[in-house]
């Protein structure tokens, strides 16, 4: 069975979740951080792994 998970991106400045993405817990085990672009912010920022 896989191990991979839906987790959640959330803008780190104004904290919108604007992607899913998924990862493999069993591997990866830090949180993961992205640039991605924000609708929100109208910029790209740091998006971070938040809780579901």
């Not at 400045?13 to 109208?42: A, D, G, P, T």
């Amino acid at each position: 069975m896989s191990q991979d998970q839906l987790i959640k991106l959330a803008c780190d400045k104004c904290k919108h979740v604007n992607y899913w993405s998924r990862k493999n817990k069993k591997k990866v085990e830090r949180k993961i951080e992205l640039q991605k672009f924000c609708n929100w912010c109208k910029k790209k920022t740091v998006h971070k792994e938040s809780k579901k």
